[in-house]
T-cell receptor, first 114, second 111 residues
């Protein structure tokens, strides 16, 4: 167990809908990263938050948004869903103020858009 | 920005053979190189990492080598077992910047 908690594990929804994915980082970690992994694809970086503030942005669509709350949990909001948004969404966290540290991944949320 | 190339994309070996996966990176400032193993439908898990002040690191059947001059690093798995079958990702990171991942290598170990 990595200590990173993601809910829900599975999500099935229809095109055009909106969903929220939730992530709680490891105790003590301040950074949260969101990744998208489509079938047989690599890990696409979406966005990073550090202690409540957006730190870095990757190839995140405008239909997607995220935030990190004062208790450090993070939510990824996906709206106007399309079939192509079906993927595994991973959250990862890393310790504060450290360099050269690994990311610890949660078990992911599998999103299926029908 | 950093660019990480990973080869091969698929590697098929017989149980007991060795497997080698290679990655190259573009940014000479990168100084941390983790390797992750991802089993089907599961999360990527860190299996070994190396920092730029070290040329080689070993953990049982797994080893990683780093050549900073050539900007490449490799994962070596000896005496492969069927449970080693998974997708392996390399990554390169500079300090606290976002790590850049390779596209992954699907390792298949045939019993």
């Amino acid at each position: 167990d990595s200590g990173v908690t993601q809910t829900p594990k599975h999500l099935i929804t229809a095109t055009g809908q909106r969903v929220t994915l939730r992530c709680s980082p490891r105790s003590g970690d301040l950074s949260v990263y969101w990744y998208q992994q489509s079938l047989d694809q690599g890990l696409q970086f979406l966005i990073q938050y550090y202690n409540g503030e957006e730190r870095a942005k990757g190839n995140i669509l405008e239909r997607f948004s995220a935030q990190q709350f004062p208790d450090l949990h993070s939510e990824l909001n996906l709206s106007s869903l399309e079939l192509g948004d079906s993927a595994l969404y991973f959250c990862a966290s890393s310790p504060p103020g450290t360099t050269n540290s690994p990311l610890h991944f949660g078990n992911g949320t599998r999103l299926t858009v029908t | 920005g950093e660019n990480v190339e990973q080869h091969p994309s698929t590697l098929s070996v017989q149980e007991g053979d060795s497997a080698v996966i290679k990655c190259t990176y573009s940014d000479s400032a990168s100084n941390y190189f983790p390797w992750y193993k991802q089993e089907l439908g599961k999360r990527p898990q860190l299996i070994i990492d190396i920092r730029s002040n070290v040329g080689e690191k070993k953990d049982q059947r797994i080893a990683v080598t780093l050549n900073k001059t050539a900007k490449h690093f490799s994962l070596h798995i000896t005496e492969t077992q069927p449970e080693d079958s998974a997708v392996y990702f390399c990554a390169a990171r500079e300090g606290s910047y976002i790590p850049t991942f390779g596209r992954g290598t699907s390792l298949i170990v045939h019993p």
